[in-house]
Structure formats: C-alpha cells, structure tokens
Nanobody, 126 residues
Framework: QVQLVESGGGLVQPGGSLRLSCATS????????VAWFRQAPGKEREFVAA????????PYADSVKGRFTISKDNAKNTVILQMNNLKPEDTAVYYC???????????????????WGQGTQVTVSS
C-alpha cells in the first residue's frame, strides 16, 4: 500500500536550517505529483511547495520563495524539503502528500492529494 513517512523536524533558532525527508513506498514516485503542506495550531493547512509529475515544475508559496527548495531522489524514493533562513512563522506540522493525477492548476490545493504522511513538527524559536 502507499505510505509516506516524514522525518527531520525539530527545534531550530530563527535563521537556521532544517532538511525534511519524506520516505515513500507502494507507488512509483516518478509517476506521482508530490507536495509539502504545513499546518500551524489553530490555522488552516497551507501549501508550501510541489513537484509536477507532468512537467517537473516546482511552484512555491510566496512566503517561502527563496528560502525553501523541494526536490526528489527517485533512486531512494524520497522527497526532500530543504528549509533555510527559518522564521518563527514557519513553525508548523509539515506534511508530505502525493497523488497520481494532479492538473497544474490544482498543484497548490490540498484536495488534489489523496495520500498523506503523518507529519513532522518544525518549531522555530529563540
């Protein structure tokens, strides 16, 4: 069955960096669109970054452009989110998501993804 497991979260000071990993199994990563979302306490889950399975394009939320980078290691079936220059407002549970069919206009929509990991906590605080 399809499984996604996030890791790499933790506590970091503002300006620091973290590298999140999403280990996948049960599907062909190269054939799926993948994304990262995040949810802060009391807030709606929001889009962070994605990779299109059709074009390889990588849209980012405006709030993370220039600081975060999404990538895939197909050989290791792993999705990476490199987060640099972290800010307190980045504090959230980060979720990895995947779907076999996502049109370009829906890459930023959580409803487009049918497979989700359990999440990993990222806390940015001094």
């Amino acid at each position: 069955q399809v499984q996604l497991v996030e890791s790499g979260g933790g506590l970091v000071q503002p300006g620091g960096s973290l590298r999140l990993s999403c280990a996948t199994s049960g599907f062909s990563l190269i054939r799926y669109a993948v994304a990262w979302f995040r949810q802060a306490p009391g807030k709606e889950r929001e889009f962070v970054a994605a990779i299109s399975q059709r074009t390889g394009s990588t849209p980012y939320a405006d709030s993370v452009k220039g600081r975060f980078t999404i990538s895939k290691d197909n050989a290791k079936n792993t999705v990476i989110l490199q987060m640099n220059n972290l800010k307190p407002e980045d504090t959230a549970v980060y979720y990895c998501a995947a779907a076999g069919v996502v049109i370009m206009s829906q890459l930023r929509s959580q409803s487009a993804y049918n497979y989700w990991g359990q999440g990993t906590q990222v806390t940015v605080s001094s």
